[in-house]
């Protein structure tokens, strides 16, 4: 089975994590730019912040045999912070680069002015680099947060098919779906959604721009999440097919939609020059 | 994966871009050729206006000069195992100086960052690019670290960080083969060879295998094997200074 994590913030996770995500079947991931729980005070933050999604993590990544893309972006809580505003402004910069695959994540947090600017600004930002856009749906005030979300994306130059809607629930995703957006569904061990709850909205909605990821992130989360929810659907009756459209087809389509995914991970492999990670083999291994 | 280093220096059989500076080093127009060979169609014909885009607005000419637009996308257009190829000609046809290398390198990926670290042998002359090598030194990704021991350092590098960084190749695994002008570096290096002889030790106390690595410089430096404590002389050489 392979699987694509489309939605898992790695800089906060293990090696021990990426081993077991390998071993589950995930090959490929997708790290969005977010928030790292401790807000940042300064640009530069974001920038050494955005760097190592570019550098070091995909590095990390590459060791454990999963390719690993980006997408950057002000993400709307620090959006909200004058002093991270600029981040603005430098965006473009990163958009170009290989590897970033989306602009993301953007989107809700308060619902403040602030958070609407951010929005428009980077629809237009994705828009004007060739880039779909990822763009989570808040906590709090959710359905009301979609359709404000949809309102905004209507208005901008991104198309509708351009962009994932993400943390859908059973709430929302009726709307997200009649809207033409990309369908995201955060797989969570106590929030968002869980295993059950996913197959029965597969089984409501079908697999069509469908992605499941698990958001892992430095809270309590499940980076192996994907493969629970694949192993519940063919418990459920779903086929390898269905298994595989909505865990790795689906992903790859989407942000395939930037020309930039590169899941030939032999061809960007780092191991035949050593093993900064490993920090040496087990002494059995040697033996 | 050392192409730009050990391809052989015959200009006169290489087909050398019209849109390159006339001084492109042998080695890079040996590096053009076997890359357009190489290259598709479309992605020759970007490259080729990438280069002269480069050779025509080296300068800042906007937010972003073009060139460095085309430098971040290189992977995409040309391939990723082509990339870094691109990136050193496109640095080469701008005639990236050290402040603009510099740059380069600090808003590169990773990508990138290792084709500035390629490009620096062919670009500039003087110690003045030591601190973006220095920076990949410190790095723990292996890539740079292979990228940093070319033969800008080899040329540049005090003998302190030289020891060290060829230390943390054996430490990471980086094959030495890597470290340009190792012969002609580590000869007569007492110093190196006390470092690797107390690598060596503190190996073998933790009961794991020596870097057949580690051997080979260490007969390098003509000194005997001998740890720390023992007397081997003052452990410098002159080299240090």
């Known amino acids: 089975m392979r699987i ?9 996770r293990t090696t021990d994590d990426y081993e077991a995500m390998y071993a589950a079947g995930v090959r490929a991931v997708v790290e969005p730019a977010f928030w790292l729980g401790q807000p940042r005070t300064s640009p530069a933050s974001f920038y050494d912040y955005f760097d190592a999604l570019l550098g070091w993590e995909p590095f990390r990544a590459a060791q454990y045999g999963i390719a690993h893309h980006c997408t950057i972006a002000l993400n709307p809580k620090e ?11 430098e965006l473009p910069r990163y958009l170009v680069k290989d590897h970033v695959v989306a602009v993301g994540e953007i989107g809700y947090d308060s619902m403040t002015p602030a958070e609407d600017t951010a929005l428009a600004a980077q629809l237009q930002l994705a828009a004007d680099h060739g880039l779909p856009a990822l763009v989570h749906t808040p906590h709090r005030d959710k359905l009301a947060g979609l359709r404000r979300t949809l309102d905004v994306v209507r208005e901008s130059a991104l198309p509708l098919d351009h962009v994932l809607i993400d943390h859908l629930n059973e709430i929302t995703v009726e709307e997200a779906k009649d809207a033409g957006c990309w369908l995201g569904f955060s797989v969570y061990p106590d929030t968002k959604m869980d ?14 721009k469908v992605l499941v990821n698990s958001a892992a992130d430095w809270g309590r989360s499940d980076p192996l999440k994907t493969r629970k929810v694949a192993d519940a659907l063919l418990a459920a009756g779903f086929t390898d097919d269905d298994v595989d459209r909505v865990l790795w087809r689906n992903p790859v389509d989407f942000y395939g939609l930037s020309g930039r995914l590169d899941l030939d991970v032999a061809g960007t492999d780092a191991t035949h020059e050593g093993n900064s990670i490993l920090r040496g083999v087990p002494k059995t291994a040697e033996a | 994966m050392n192409d730009l280093h050990d391809a052989p220096g015959t200009a006169h059989t290489a087909r050398t871009a019209p849109t390159a500076p006339a001084e492109t080093p042998p080695v890079l127009a040996v590096l053009h050729s076997r890359l357009n060979s190489s290259l598709g169609g479309a992605a020759r014909a970007w490259l080729d206006q990438a280069l002269d885009e480069a050779a025509a607005h080296p300068g800042t000419d906007g937010p972003v000069p073009v060139w460095e637009l085309r430098m971040a996308e290189a992977g995409r257009r040309c391939g990723p195992e082509h990339a870094e190829a691109a990136r050193v000609l496109l640095l080469h046809a701008a005639r990236a100086d050290a402040p603009t290398l510099a740059r380069v390198y600090r808003q590169g990926t990773a990508d990138e960052r290792r084709a500035v670290l390629e490009a620096l042998p062919h670009l500039v002359d003087g110690p003045e690019a030591l601190p973006v090598v220095e920076d990949a030194l410190r790095t723990n990704d292996t890539r740079l670290v292979a990228a940093a021991v070319g033969p800008y350092a080899a040329r540049h590098l005090d003998a302190h960080s030289w020891r060290h960084a060829v230390l943390k190749c054996l430490f990471t695994g980086v094959p030495v083969d890597t470290v340009a002008d190792l012969p002609r570096r580590a000869r007569a290096d007492a110093e190196l060879a006390r470092m690797l002889v107390d690598y060596a030790a503190e190996r073998t106390a933790a009961d794991r295998p020596v870097p057949d690595d580690l051997h ?11 740890p720390t404590g023992t007397d081997t002389g003052t452990g410098t050489d002159g080299k240090e200074s």
């Open chain 1, 79 to 89: 959006a909200n912070d004058p002093r991270c505003v600029p981040v603005l402004d």
């Open chain 2, 216 to 226: 080979r410089v260490l007969a390098l430096t003509g000194h005997p094997a001998t």
């Open chain 1, 195 to 208: 295993e059950e709850r996913m197959v029965e909205v597969l089984r409501k909605h079908g697999p069509e």
């Open chain 1, 4 to 12: 694509f994590d489309p939605h898992i913030h790695m800089t906060s």
